[in-house]
């Protein structure tokens, strides 16, 4: 679940959470973590992306569709100015520039 810089939930419906972790797996079998963005290396201009991993952290193929709805479904309430990844197991999302810094997963 994305904590909000005072620690506390930014989105508290768990049940709600679960739900769509669970849609998600069901959805892109063998999948983990689904990294969700609008800000694609390989387009020009803010264009929503995702990721798609399985739990030894290689990338599955999706189609585009796929990958769109995924993103799409991925907390639309959150704050998108900067990427996040869901993990599908646990049904957190986190900031994937947290990640990187060391203080996420």
């Keep these: 679940m ?6 506390n939930s930014a989105c508290p419906d768990t049940g709600r959470q679960r739900r769509l972790a669970v849609q998600l797996a ?8 689904i990294r969700v963005g609008f800000t694609d290396p390989r387009q020009r201009w803010p264009h929503l992306y995702a990721v798609v991993k399985d739990e030894a952290g290689e990338t599955l193929e999706v189609g585009r569709t796929t990958a769109r709805v995924a993103g799409r479904r991925v907390w639309p309430e959150a704050d ?3 990427p996040h ?7 957190t999302l986190i900031r994937s520039d947290l990640v990187a810094a060391g203080r996420g997963r």
């Design 85 to 91: 990844i869901l993990h599908l197991a646990d049904a």
């Design 26 to 33: 069901d959805m892109i079998p063998g999948a983990a973590t």
């Design 80 to 82: 998108w100015t900067r």
């Design 2 to 7: 994305l904590a909000m810089p005072s620690g």
